[in-house]
DNA sequence: CTCCGATGTGAAATCGAAACCACACCGGAC
DNA sequence: GTCCGGTGTGGTTTCGATTTCACATCGGAG
């Protein structure tokens, strides 16, 4: 690889000036410009981006840390934060769970890195400190717990959103309706939960324990939905309706319902949040809540741009929308519960077999 | 930020012994090693890798470029990929679709990465030279088209798959069989193509032009498939199968034929390739081959530190083989084309409708 | 007792670019 | 004619770590 030294041989100057070339500053004579950049481009000179970054303290890489890269949700939003980013020079790197939560964040505070995006923190939560990060680098969050944050955060109310979903139901005439998410550790921390709680209570709907169906390990696999519905259908607990907590979990559960025979929306509606693409895709279409996850992207890129730019630590929240998007696997209740019972029976040994495994595995 | 000298000073040695008990070289006494050590502890010291990895010409980082973020056959080989890179201290950088073609390459050899790891790089071929590239920087590829690579190269045979899955259809019963897959500018570079012709041929079928559905642009949209297979139900083509060239365009295609009536596998059976997770939560759950995708994640990873480390440029090619995996989206052929003809009719105009809508957006 | 290799440590050079400082030239204002 | 600010360029230092070289000490072999 050439170097500075290399072009300012060939061009006859010093590297000072090919440097002042390459950023544009300083005064440069229309002639040696003309020189050095010519040798920049018969040597193929690409400038060393760790040198540059040591003495400039600057170095045009961002972190992203989310929980799953297989959640499509997360794409969505890394594809809005890198198209703001992109565009001036910056490059990405991603951490998920697959890195051990102990090592990786020495690995972004070692100086690579000019700043540090979290998605859905709740994991990281657990071991640092975002603030005390959020003081060491700039920092951005995308959260939907309502947490207040010391660094720049977008948020989304998935509370009012969850609310807005079970009611939904609610008003199509379902009274049993299974809450479908994960368990975090603080009641607070589940706003999907919360929401649910919301609109059952808001209604006068008795939410039996059986309902909250809550995932606890964190398994970022698409089928986590569909084990745990698996389940659900061998306990033979009466529901006419779904709440999930986003569409992985609504197309697992669909799954699980439709091979027990189970139909989707007759017996049982099921509503989903995100609206990822295959929310789309699958028969029947899933009706879910809309969530902007490019511009969430975006947000969040504009947030760190002006943490990292402007030296003031601006403790912005921005909030973004969602919207109800009702499809094809939302429907009135009809006579469900019953239906959905005699299905059940049906499958009930098979089904019980296959969970034990999975429970074992 | 603590640097080497805070370290030096505090403990009272020099920065050299810093760097010798960091990185275990040559001889440090017991008990300096220990007073270092306390020291770093105490300052929270993290040594830059910007620093380092100028001085060591060695980064500690890799770049995967592929063409889509989006797609879940993807995200199993990253998966593979940084277990197998992770535990020796690598971190990873994606670039894409987005990152404009002429731009990334140029930070890729900006000496910020040990090597490349290229998935897929027909897009990439059509504006460097993948040789040329791994002369200067550690480059390994996944490919499947069967060429030549003068650097390491992990191979799967999708040609042979291709086939058997084709060949399936046809034992089934099926003649009318739809190939859904991209357009490459050359036809060698198509290995699905060439497999679906090879089946064909050798069972003696006709391949009528309507047949070929290739998809020209790029887009890696989850929903091309159901654009294009609604396109096609519009022009009351006869077929009974689809041999779709991913699970994506598979289960897209699902979608417009359920959206149309058809049903699956009674109407028409289809089948993809990869099988992604995915695969296994649509209703009807779809037949696909299935690709280790994890393990071409470790063993590129494998071959690109052998290409780090050992300074030799073995151009090794590993094969990895795939296996046909039936669910319930292939059946046998009853009096599909019928069937399916008169699906198409019943529904022609409202899919009409619904594709112009989703053209505007 | 001397010599030598193994052990242990520090000063200084180095990686490649940017920033800082110094200097030189030039034209116009006073 | 002198002074001064704008213009243009080069030498040197700096960023933070590793690495090389040099040097000191020590124990055992000859």
């Known amino acids: 690889m050439a170097t500075n030294r290399d072009v300012a041989r060939l061009a006859g100057v010093s590297p000072a000036t090919v440097s002042r070339v390459l950023n544009d500053s300083g005064y440069v004579a229309p002639d040696v410009r003309d020189r050095v950049q010519r ?15 040591l003495r400039k303290q600057r170095f045009a890489q ?12 997360y794409h969505e939003i890394l594809l809005g934060i890198q198209e703001a980013g992109l565009a001036r020079g910056y490059t990405f790197s991603l951490f998920h769970r697959i890195a051990k939560k102990e090592e990786y964040l020495k690995v972004i505070l070692g100086g690579f890195y000019d700043g540090i995006i979290f998605l859905s923190p709740f994991e990281v939560e657990k071991v640092y400190n975002i603030a005390e990060i959020g003081e060491v680098l700039p920092t951005v969050v995308y959260d939907d717990r309502g947490h207040p944050f010391s ?17 939904k139901l609610i008003e199509q005439g ?19 939960y919360l929401g649910y709680m919301d609109a059952m209570r808001e ?3 008795k939410v039996l324990p059986e309902y909250l169906q809550f995932i606890a390990d964190f398994d970022d696999t698409l089928s986590v939905g569909y084990k745990r519905m698996t389940t659900v259908l061998q306990q033979r607990i009466p ?19 439709q091979q027990a025979g189970v139909r989707i929306p007759e017996d049982v509606s099921v509503v989903g949040v995100d609206d990822i693409e295959m929310a789309r895709l699958v028969t029947p279409a899933l009706s879910t809540a809309r969530v902007p996850k490019r511009q969430i992207g975006t947000r969040l890129m504009e947030l760190l741009l002006g943490t990292i730019c402007g030296d003031e630590v601006t403790s912005s929240t921005i909030e973004v929308r969602t919207s109800y998007v009702e499809r094809e696997s939302t429907g009135p209740s009809a006579t469900g519960t019953q239906l959905t019972q005699a299905s059940h029976a049906s499958a009930g040994v098979d ?11």
């Open 203 to 205: 209604h006068g709907l």
């Open 239 to 257: 529901f006419t309706a779904v709440a999930a907590s986003n569409d992985l979990l609504a197309i697992g559960a669909m799954r699980a319902l």
């Open 62 to 73: 961002i972190a992203c840390v989310l929980p799953s890269i297989r959640n499509p949700f």
């Open 351 to 361: 089904a019980m077999d296959r969970t034990e495994k999975m429970r074992g595995a």
């Open 151 to 167: 660094v720049p955060h977008v948020y989304v109310n998935l509370r009012e959103t969850m609310y807005t979903n079970v009611t």
């Open 39 to 53: 040798a920049i481009a018969e040597l193929n000179y690409v400038p060393n981006r760790l040198a540059r970054g």
């Open 174 to 192: 379902h009274r049993g309706i299974l809450f479908l998410g994960y368990e975090f550790a603080v009641e607070t921390d589940n706003p999907r």
